[in-house]
């Protein structure tokens, strides 16, 4: 079974992650500088890709419904006065961060070796006393406010050296819900990002639309709604949120689900989330014919996403984008 090396963390927003990595960068600092600028919440562990369904459902449960919070970086600290780490300290949201880790980092989340949780942002390694305190000094005024609303999962890429990159988030905000399919019981929720786990389940299904499947998420766009029966995957429906549109790219109801009423679902959780963020929902090239099987019509002529009254089964009407 393929193994995978993982982490989760806070990750630095824009346009704080590229001064924080300018300052990495010039420190030549090329170990800390293969992955972005983040708070760990768990640190890296080892695990199997056919858990990753099982972790998805456990972080969800623990994040889900927490209220964002401000955290607040500034000044450069170590942890310890013969320390050759340095590090931007963590001061407003530290408690937070403290609380999401002790959360998190349990089971076989628990990092090897017991150490004190100290929330920071990793600067540089390899560095001697002088240098320490030079720094201290010089990046004395350095200070950053952001929110915090949801934390990421991170891989590491199976080449030796090569760089951690982000898999997809676990919103806050993604109030996921329970229903029942046939004899089912369904969870139904949101994840920043394209997960490893909802490409790979989509993979094995047939489905191989290269423009979909394509590396590189874009986290402040994309986003997947991930329906699960116990730890596998019963649907997922995947969106790309840009400029005021919901745009559905891909949807996907395994067969012993179909005609089930899950797909309907799965599109009445996109459409209330597009409301819910003042967007409107689209459709692509891909999901309509799908769609239409569940008696929703796109009609280009009134640029209109709608079901009709007599199905019974959606009586939104939003706003195709021109």
């Known amino acids: 079974m393929t193994g995978l090396r993982l982490g989760i963390l806070v990750s630095i927003p824009e346009p704080f992650s590229s001064q924080i990595d300018g300052v990495r960068r010039a420190l030549g600092s090329v170990g800390v500088s293969r992955i972005h600028p983040h708070v760990t919440v768990v640190p890296p562990f080892n695990l199997k890709a056919a858990d990753l369904i099982r972790l998805d459902r456990l972080i969800a449960t623990k994040v889900d419904g927490r209220e964002p919070f401000i955290v607040t970086i500034r000044g450069a600290s170590t942890f310890s006065d013969d320390s050759p780490v340095l ?23 628990a990092p090897r070796h017991e ?63 329970t229903v029942s399919v046939g004899a089912d019981r369904i969870e139904l929720f949101v994840r920043g990002g394209f997960p490893k786990s909802c490409l790979t389940w989509l993979q094995s299904e047939g489905f191989s639309d290269a ?35 919901f745009n559905i790219l891909a949807i996907h109801v395994a067969s012993e689900f179909r005609l089930m009423g899950l797909g309907t679902r799965l599109v009445r959780r996109i459409v209330a989330r597009a409301q819910a963020d003042g967007s409107r929902a689209i459709l692509s090239q891909v999901a309509p014919e799908f769609l239409d099987r569940l008696g929703f019509v796109a009609s280009e002529e009134a640029k209109l996403l709608f079901g009709s009254q007599e199905n019974g089964m959606m009586l939104y009407r939003l706003n195709f984008s021109s």
């Open 87 to 109: 590090y931007f300290e963590v001061t407003d949201g530290a408690d937070q961060l403290q609380d999401l880790h002790r959360s998190l980092a349990t089971g076989d989340l």
């Open 115 to 177: 150490r004190s949780f100290v929330p920071h942002v990793t600067i540089a390694d390899g560095l001697n006393p002088v240098e320490i305190a030079h720094l201290k000094w010089s990046l004395s005024g350095f200070n950053a406010t952001f929110q915090v609303d949801r934390v990421d999962l991170c891989e590491k890429q199976t080449v030796a050296g090569s760089m951690w990159v982000r898999d997809s988030s676990w919103l806050f905000d993604d109030l996921s819900t």
């Open 211 to 245: 423009a979909v499947l394509a590396d590189g998420n874009d986290f402040g766009k994309r986003l997947a709604f991930v329906a699960t029966a116990g730890e596998r995957i019963a649907g997922v429906a995947l969106v790309n949120a840009d400029r005021g549109v």
